[in-house]
Nanobody
Framework: QAQLVESGGGLVQAGGSLRLSCAASGGTVSIYGFSRHAMGWFRQAPGKDREFVAA????????DYASSVEGRFTISRDNAKNTVYLQMNSLRPEDTAVYYC????????????????????WGQGTQVTVSQ
């Protein structure tokens, strides 16, 4: 299985921005290539379920966003760096959570991008805290 390492989290004031990175290596990434993986971002606050944030198809031609972040967050990927990014703008206190990236070997169709079960490999998470 692949190893995913998130970075870029931190403490920001409301209205600020952060850019998260998730670097993938090993496992199916080494065998088949990072570009064969759909990538997703999820987040989890204490006492709450892990929720979908954003996803990008393996070929990069499709993105999906939770309604709560659409227009503020942008997912992108750099296949040369085996890295997926999450640019977060206009941050709100309710965005405070641990953010995780997940990888899925192969295609993810339709609403399946939003399903946690579709992602087989996960990073350790990075904390994002947005103060009022």
């Amino acid at each position: 299985q692949a190893q995913l390492v998130e970075s870029g989290g931190g403490l920001v004031q409301a209205g600020g921005s952060l850019r998260l990175s998730c670097a993938a290596s090993g496992g199916t990434v080494s065998i088949y290539g990072f570009s064969r993986h759909a990538m997703g971002w999820f987040r989890q606050a204490p006492g709450k379920d892990r929720e979908f944030v954003a996803a990008m198809s393996r070929d990069g031609d499709h993105t999906d966003y939770a309604s709560s972040v659409e227009g503020r967050f942008t997912i992108s990927r750099d296949n040369a760096k085996n890295t997926v990014y999450l640019q977060m703008n206009s941050l709100r206190p309710e965005d405070t959570a641990v953010y995780y990236c997940g990888a899925h070997l192969g295609g993810v169709s339709g609403a399946a991008y939003q399903l946690r079960s579709q992602y087989t490999d996960w990073g350790q998470g990075t904390q994002v805290t947005v103060s009022q």
